[in-house]
């Protein structure tokens, strides 16, 4: 168990920081941390910051379409989870079911579903141009931003929804029947009371679904695969791929990347109240 | 003019002659409950499956079209000799991969776990709570991470394991024991110590007790994980594409990963729904069999679905 988990981070240091075989044109990874080189490392900072950075731009990408796409996920997801935690009745076991299928089917078949609607004669813009929308063939897969947040958004919406309607499942319906009783309107109800109780919940979905947004490069590869939208994960994933000197850099990266993400990763954790996810909580049962 | 008013304006022009206030009552229903949410709901579930269905129907095309319905016939599946899923050599041995190596995978993983969560159940002290951390930050950690992770420990460090089915099973089962010790975990929590204190009352061995009054309670909590782990690890991509080796270790969702922009005709779509159709009969049965032993079992009464959601949630 210890082995399989923290041996691998401890082998991308290792590659990251090791030395390079000039004549195989692969890395040599270094065991010893007093010989470790930590050029790599500056070198991976450096491209990160500076002005035509290999990095710059795919980190802008990263940080942007992830934004976007999880904003839009929390427009779509709530006020779907919160209709179904609260006006379902008999029929949620049905819509539940319905919500979870996607769980079930391949992430790469739902994708592959979307390439064949989205190209240019395809089922799309067949139907935006008979609508009158656009007038010629959106070229939805050469690389349009567009594309790779829908991709997105479509992909991971389900991880946001199951958790919210899990939180918002919990609210006791006696409270919201208290604040209309006491005068307020249903709209001011969901502000004062519903939104304040849903607050955690709503800070944990975006960092459950933010977390592997940032990380995904398939959806982009499939959906684009064009270094216009190419983002950080996409970088990465190229350089281990690349030969010469590319897997260290990648390594490092990895590395950066997982530093970065390590505070979100707590801030989660900490939200959803179980430092122990496996220590199930009393109240649920 | 205010921009309102102009805007009031453009709107009583853009909808004159729509029985508006009609629309909108019947969207707010003052009355009953909120119409406009049940919109959103169906309509994003009919988002999130009408591709999927479209996709379906294009396994079934007679034609080569990879956008629109074009006759019906089973040739992309099965009936044409070269170019079908099932007799095109890359797209079989595919199919049978995923399915190895999810089954594989269940069977190694599914016993771990549930030692794992007997284990951490019984057991006080700070291995098993440290153990707990790491297994809590691998849940959390992006699957890239953990991936390039395994990738560089299997390259370099472990490099007696060949990658290819050895590689892609180990951290397939790395990856999914989190499942089983989720669900069983929980399970035994519900259950409480009272039964094997009971049955070691009796003279039964603290073995005994595990075996014939514990297990038969779990039985529903482990074909759910049994199922979970399957259905997952069926589908998984990064793992398996990290840990891959010769091309007769690529699975089906490499497969679609490597092709869907180059794919000519509707194969793709048809080794897409094989492994649906795996996916489905698998969650039936093991619905039917958890159904089954939840009814005998007694206090277990809550859906398969409880236990998934929990998992998930």
Redesign the interface.
């Known amino acids: 168990m210890w082995v399989l988990f923290a041996l691998p981070f401890y082998a991308i240091l290792a590659v990251a920081a090791g030395r390079f075989d000039p004549i195989f044109g692969t890395p040599i990874a270094v065991w010893n941390p007093l010989r470790w080189q930590l050029a790599t490392f500056s070198f991976d900072i450096g491209q990160l910051f500076s002005r035509d950075g290999i990095f710059r731009i795919p980190a802008i990408h990263s940080l942007v379409y992830t934004f976007v796409a999880v904003v839009i996920c929390l427009l779509i997801g709530y006020p779907v989870a919160y209709c179904v935690a609260r006006h379902a009745g008999r029929r949620k076991g049905l819509i539940l079911a319905l919500l979870m299928a996607p769980f079930f089917i391949s992430y790469l078949m739902r994708m592959l579903a979307w390439v064949n609607l989205l190209q240019t004669d395809g089922m799309v813009n067949r139907s935006l141009m008979a609508l009158g929308v656009i007038h010629q063939p959106f070229p939805w897969l050469g690389g349009e931003p567009v594309t790779v947040i829908f991709g997105l958004v479509y992909g991971y919406i389900p991880y946001m929804i199951l958790p919210l309607f899990g939180f918002l499942d919990l609210i006791d319906p006696r409270l919201l029947e208290a604040a209309r009783d006491l005068g307020a309107s249903r709209i001011r109800t969901f502000i004062r009371v519903t939104l304040p109780l849903s607050k955690t919940a709503i800070v944990s979905s975006c960092l459950i679904v933010g977390l592997p947004i940032l990380s995904d490069y398939y959806t982009n590869d499939l959906l684009s695969g064009s270094p216009r939208t190419t983002m950080l994960a996409n970088q990465i994933d190229n350089l281990l791929y690349a030969p010469s000197s590319g897997p260290g850099l990648g390594a490092a990266m990895v590395f950066l990347f997982m530093l970065a993400l390590v505070p979100p990763m707590i801030w989660y954790l900490r939200l959803i109240g179980k430092e122990d996810l496996f220590e199930p909580d009393e109240g649920q049962e | 003019m205010s921009l309102a008013a102009t805007v009031r304006k453009h709107n009583a022009r853009l909808w004159a002659g729509v029985p508006l206030n009609g629309v909108v009552n019947w969207f707010r229903n003052p009355d009953g ?2 119409r406009f ?2 919109v ?2 169906w309509g ?2 009919v ?3 009408a ?2 269905l ?2 379906i129907r ?1 396994s079934f095309n007679r034609g080569k079209s ?3 319905p074009d006759g019906w016939s089973l040739i992309w599946w099965w009936s044409n000799p070269v170019d079908s899923a099932w007799h095109r050599p890359d797209l079989h041995s595919a199919l049978l991969q995923s399915v190895k190596l999810a089954s594989l995978t269940m069977l190694i993983s599914v016993p771990l776990g549930v030692a ?2 007997i284990a ?1 159940d019984r057991w006080r002290g700070p291995l098993p ?1 440290s ?16 991936g ?6 299997f390259s ?2 472990l490099r007696f394991i060949p990658f290819g089915t050895p590689a892609q099973l ?1 951290g397939l089962i ?1 990856f999914e024991m989190t499942y089983p ?2 669900i069983v ?2 399970r035994l ?2 259950l409480g110590r009272e039964t094997e204190e009971a049955a070691m009352d009796l003279g039964a061995s603290p073995m005994q007790a595990l075996r014939r009054a514990v297990l038969p309670q779990l039985y529903p909590a482990i074909v759910a994980s049994l199922m979970i782990v399957f ?1 997952d690890s ?2 998984d ?2 793992i398996a594409a990290w840990m891959a080796g010769p091309s007769s270790s690529e699975t ?2 490499m497969r ?2 490597n092709d ?2 180059g ?1 000519v005709t509707p194969a ?2 048809a080794l ?1 729904c094989m ?2 159709v795996t ?2 009969s698998t ?1 039936v049965v093991g619905g039917l069999v958890y159904r089954y032993l939840a009814k005998r079992t007694h206090g277990a009464e809550e ?1 398969a ?1 409880s236990d ?3 998992s ?2």
């Open positions: 409950k909120a949410l049940w959103m709901v994003y579930i988002w999130s499956i591709p999927l479209i996709a294009i990879l956008v629109e794992f969560a951490l709570s153990a707990n951390f790491l297994m809590t930050m691998s849940w959390v950690t992006p699957e890239l991470i953990i390039v992770a395994l990738f560089m420990v370099h460090l180990l790395t010790v989720i975990r929980a929590l519900s259905v069926v589908d991509f990064i089906v969702a679609i990963y869907a922009r794919s793709l779509d897409g492994l649906m996916t489905l969650l859906g679905l998934i959601v929990a998930q949630a």
